[in-house]
Nanobody
Framework: QVQLVESGGGLVQPGGSLRLSCAASGSIFSVYTMGWYRQAPGKQRELVAT???????NYAGSVKGRFTISRDNAKNTVYLQMNSLKPEDTVVYYCNADVRRTVLGSTRAYWGQGTQVTVDS
């Protein structure tokens, strides 16, 4: 089994900052691309940012310049530093990781349980 455990969500005022963390654990051979997605009620889950194992990043246009994704490969952990937060950033954020569990196994995507971010004065 593979688990992704997120932390760092909460309530912040507009213009404030939060840092999300997501650690992958369990039976893991290798972790490839990791990322953050978000989903508002009644809407599709959307990409926020991704980072490959060699550090290449990709951002949604709505967060570019405000959010920074990073990772610690030794800890199988991905981070999302969110600055200049806006009320429209208020949604549930989900961690995602492409994981291979064994040397000969296939790679599949795993999801965290989600963490709520609320931006409100």
């Amino acid at each position: 089994q593979v688990q992704l455990v997120e932390s760092g969500g909460g309530l912040v005022q507009p213009g404030g900052s939060l840092r999300l963390s997501c650690a992958a654990s369990g039976s893991i051979f290798s972790v490839y691309t990791m990322g953050w997605y978000r989903q508002a009620p009644g809407k599709q889950r959307e990409l926020v940012a991704t980072i490959t194992s060699d550090g290449s990043t990709n951002y949604a246009g709505s967060v570019k310049g405000r959010f920074t994704i990073s990772r610690d490969n030794a800890k199988n952990t991905v981070y999302l530093q969110m600055n200049s937060l806006k009320p429209e950033d208020t949604v549930v954020y989900y961690c995602n990781a492409d994981v291979r569990r064994t040397v000969l196994g296939s790679t599949r995507a795993y999801w965290g349980q989600g963490t709520q971010v609320t931006v409100d004065s």
